[in-house]
């Protein structure tokens, strides 16, 4: 069992930054891959980005350019980077973490952009 708490989420202005963090509980279990969705009102849950064990990351393609994944494997940490952020990036964004063979998901947090 893995347990994933985020945080970092709020309310920031149009062009503003904001950093998200997700912490994995301690498991004997190797987490391959983390990772950031999001989901909108009335939208799907969607890829923010992800990042394998060795550092490959994949970028959904809305923010490419503006939001960095990165992350530390000793601590079981994920870190999102947003950056120039634009109110349709307003959503609930949630981590996820692939300990086979399981995918795990944290409890969100709000990230609201104001125009």
């Known amino acids: 069992q893995v347990q994933l708490v985020e945080s970092g989420g709020g309310l920031v202005q149009a062009g503003g930054s904001l950093r998200l963090s997700c912490a994995a509980s301690?498991?004997?279990?190797?987490?391959?891959?983390m990772g950031w969705y999001r989901q909108a009102p009335g939208k799907q849950r969607e890829l923010v980005a992800e990042?394998?064990?060795?550092?490959?990351?994949n970028y959904g393609d809305s923010v490419k350019g503006r939001f960095t994944i990165s992350r530390d494997n000793a601590e079981n940490t994920v870190y999102l980077q947003m950056n120039s952020l634009k109110p349709e990036d307003t959503a609930v964004y949630y981590c996820?973490?692939?300990?086979?063979?399981?995918?795990?998901w944290g409890q969100g947090t709000q990230v609201t952009v104001s125009s």
């Open positions: 990042i394998t064990l060795s550092g490959i990351t």
């Open positions: 996820t973490a692939l300990a086979l063979p399981r995918n795990y």
């Open positions: 301690r498991t004997r279990f190797t987490i391959n891959r």
